[in-house]
């Protein structure tokens, strides 16, 4: 089975720096396009950013590729969001998942873990 395990949040100020990390396991990471997402309180899950397989091929969300990078390492089933310049606006549960191409959002995946927590405040 897919299981995803999310770390690294936190709380930090404007400004401020964090490395989210997403452990993977239950399908054949090293051939899988991941994506992060992230869900603001009251607000729908939205697509972050995506990766291919071999993490030559990056997508990001308009706003965001000027202080987020993606890269995963497939010989540890592990994908890494570095987030820089942190905003409050940045402030949601950040999940990870394989990326389907056809379900930009995720609106269908069905093994979502427990994501973890990004709060920007001062």
């Known amino acids: 089975e897919v299981r995803l395990e999310e770390s690294g949040g936190g709380l930090v100020q404007p400004g401020g720096s964090l490395r989210l990390s997403c452990a993977a396991s239950?399908?054949?990471?090293?051939?899988?396009?991941m994506a992060w997402f992230r869900q603001a309180p009251g607000k729908e899950r939205l697509f972050v950013v995506s990766?291919?397989?071999?993490?030559?091929?990056?997508y990001y969300e308009n706003s965001l590729k000027e202080r987020f990078t993606i890269s995963r390492d497939n010989a540890k089933n592990l994908l890494y969001l570095q987030m820089n310049n942190l905003k409050p606006e940045d402030t949601a549960v950040y999940y990870c998942?394989?990326?389907?191409?056809?379900?930009?959002?995720?609106?269908?995946?069905?093994?979502w873990g427990l994501g973890t927590q990004v709060t920007v405040s001062s």
């Open positions: 998942a394989p990326y389907d191409e056809y379900d930009y959002h995720g609106d269908d995946f069905g093994s």
């Open positions: 239950g399908f054949t990471f090293s051939t899988t396009p």
């Open positions: 990766i291919d397989s071999n993490g030559e091929t990056t």
